[in-house]
């Protein structure tokens, strides 16, 4: 199975495919962030590796079976993409642009939920009009087209939360699966968490970790203007989970350990909270700063969705 993956930060898809036993030959794999790229390469060896989805030529790619990208979430036209030349200038167009010329069988895009309510559900309708318009489905359903340079997929979308693939992170996602030829599928049903936020600690942590006060007041100040007041989080198990981890320094989600000291997460529980295995973490923690393992691990795709995703698609003999 030929993969290639872009934005491929630490490169989560190749992680779950892994794990679930898929084979796959990685073709490509493409980051423009000099320190995401390095981490990349602790963990995958793609075939080749590029700097930059802007400055490759797609048509040197070989037809791809999966193609992976989490772009990321640019401003777009404030009057909603209606073709895919109202797209150019947003990293969606060179995404889309692959895949008009590499013609995958499959590919899955990410992307944060607020991408889907962007001035008023516009933009989300036309990159789903984009993908599907010209013969393809939305949701298994036939549409009428609106625009003449659709790419012909057969694309299903839905939010899916960590927290229902037993990672303790409440953590929402947009999903669009797409095909190449006509396929029903059903995304996966959430199952019982098992797993929980007290699961993913380490027993010693460093003093550094620990929050000052006058941090503390910062991140008050900071979660108010997010609409939340919480800032001590639970460590029992009836907690469940915890919010979205971010790249902030691990500073997002601040909670009382067993001694008593405020402190934040470290970057081996934040790689814990994304579904990463600790000699995953420690492969790339030799050569990364603090503060580039919380951003990647805070850029990244949730393993374990990816693994239920992909069993799905790949396994799932009922479809």
Known sequence: MKVGTDFSGLGSPEMALDRI??????????????????????LHNPKTFYN???????KEVPQLDLYVAGFPCQSFSQAGLRRVDDARGTL???????????QPHVFLLENVIGLIQHDNGRVFQA????LSN????????????????????????????????????????????????????RFPKPI???KFFEDVLEDSVDAKYNISEKLLKWMYKHKEKRGSNKANLPTKKISHCIPAVYGRMGAD???????????????LEAWRLQGFEDSEFYKVRKTNSDSQLYKQIGNSITCDVLIAIFKKIYHDKKL
């Open 21 to 42: 036993g898929i084979i796959y030959d990685l073709i490509f794999a493409s980051e423009i962030d000099k320190f995401a790229r390095r981490s990349y390469n602790a």
């Open 52 to 58: 930059d989805i802007r400055s490759r030529d797609h």
């Open 92 to 102: 969606f167009y060179d995404v889309a642009d692959f895949i008009r010329v590499n």
């Open 127 to 130: 990159i789903k009009d984009i």
């Open 134 to 185: 010209g013969g393809g489905t939305i949701n298994g359903q036939i549409g009428m087209d609106t625009i003449e340079d659709g790419l012909g997929y057969h694309i299903y979308y839905k939010v899916l939360n960590s927290k229902d693939y037993n990672i303790p992170q409440n953590r929402e996602r947009v999903f669009i699966i797409g095909f190449k030829r006509f396929k029903e599928f």
């Open 192 to 194: 019982q968490l098992s």
């Open 253 to 267: 989600h601040p909670y009382t350990d067993k001694g008593g000291s405020m402190r934040r997460l470290t970057p």
